[in-house]
């Protein structure tokens, strides 16, 4: 628990950094198809996951445990069968599909990796937990932001992703992780992606 107290100045850098850079990978694609530039793009991507990982780990808020994979897993099957069932209720797919006509080499680690560890970063624990103490206004707050900035305009979509939101702040205020939500989010964004292709 002292892990989501302590003071992490750099914060905002990291943060900036782990917006920016996944939109600087993914635009190198769709701006070439030089293959000696998207394998370098393929190398950068691997070493922004790797410098992703060790940035949050550092600050000691990432902590395996029972308990923690548990709420993880749990979670992003809930996640999932909210999703397939207002999808058959609806008769409309939801998510995004832009990655889609990418590299699933360069897609794939941000869409299932990073993007979930530093959204979590972002909402969850920035937002959620060290500015609002995991408080319901705090939950809610986090959870409206996260579904207005994933950028759909579909009503739909922005119900789904603000109900993803409040399960995610729900698993990380249980589990007292932000593993937990990270595992989670990952989860859900990784068998989207692998249905979708």
């Not at 996944?22 to 691997?46: G, K, M, R, W, Y």
């Not at 996951?49 to 029972?66: G, N």
């Amino acid at each position: 628990m002292n892990g989501f107290h302590q003071d992490t100045k750099p914060l905002a850098i990291q943060i900036g950094l782990g917006i920016i850079l996944p939109a600087f990978f993914l635009s190198i694609e769709f701006l070439t198809n030089n293959n000696v530039i998207l394998a370098a793009d393929f190398i950068l991507v691997v070493l922004y996951v790797i410098y992703s990982f060790k940035t949050v780990l550092k600050m000691d808020i990432l902590r395996i445990s029972r308990c923690t994979l548990s709420f993880g897993i749990a979670s992003a099957g809930l996640i999932l069968l909210i999703q397939l069932t207002l999808s058959s209720i609806t008769g409309i797919k939801g998510g995004s599909n832009q990655l889609l006509y990418l590299n699933p080499l360069i897609s794939a680690p941000i869409a299932c990796l990073t993007g979930p560890l530093w959204e979590e970063l972002i909402f969850r624990y920035t937002l959620n937990v060290k500015h609002f103490q995991n408080k319901c206004f705090g939950i809610l707050v986090s959870s409206i932001l996260f579904a207005l900035l994933h950028g759909s305009t579909r009503l739909v979509d922005i119900f789904v992703y603000f109900f993803i939101g409040v399960i995610l702040s729900f698993t990380n205020w249980q589990s007292h992780n932000l593993l937990s939500s990270v595992l989670a989010h990952s989860l859900t964004n990784t068998f989207v992606f692998i249905g979708s292709l």
